[in-house]
Nanobody, 124 residues
């Protein structure tokens, strides 16, 4: 069993930056692909970014390309989502997820473990 805990959310003005962190338990963290998803009120949970087990492969939703960067530190069992130039439409609860298979995926159903989420609010 893997526990996933997000942190780093908050309130920021448009154009600002935030860095989300995701700490995952378990000795096998380094073998998991990791992903970030978000869910705005009244909307479906959507893919944001993902990284393979090694960090060598990443993927981003078109809406965040060039503004968000996903990275991982396997020594710290932690994944990060650096967000710059934030927009009001980025407002959502951000979820971190772990996938036992090491190849990254962009669909929710491919992930095995989920955190409780962290709120990101971007004011205009």
């Amino acid at each position: 069993q893997v526990e996933v805990v997000e942190s780093g959310g908050g309130l920021v003005q448009a154009g600002g930056s935030l860095r989300l962190s995701c700490a995952a338990s378990g000795r096998t963290f380094r073998s998991y692909a990791m992903g970030w998803f978000r869910q705005a009120p009244g909307k479906e949970r959507e893919f944001v970014a993902a990284v393979s087990w090694s960090g060598g492969t990443v993927n981003y939703a078109d809406s965040v390309k060039g503004r968000f960067t996903i990275s991982r530190d396997n020594a710290k069992n932690t994944v990060y989502l650096q967000m710059i130039n934030l927009k009001p439409e980025d407002t959502a609860v951000y979820y971190c997820a772990a996938r036992e298979l090491g190849a990254l995926a962009i669909n929710k159903a491919s992930y095995d473990y989920w955190g409780q989420g962290t709120q990101v609010t971007v004011s205009s």
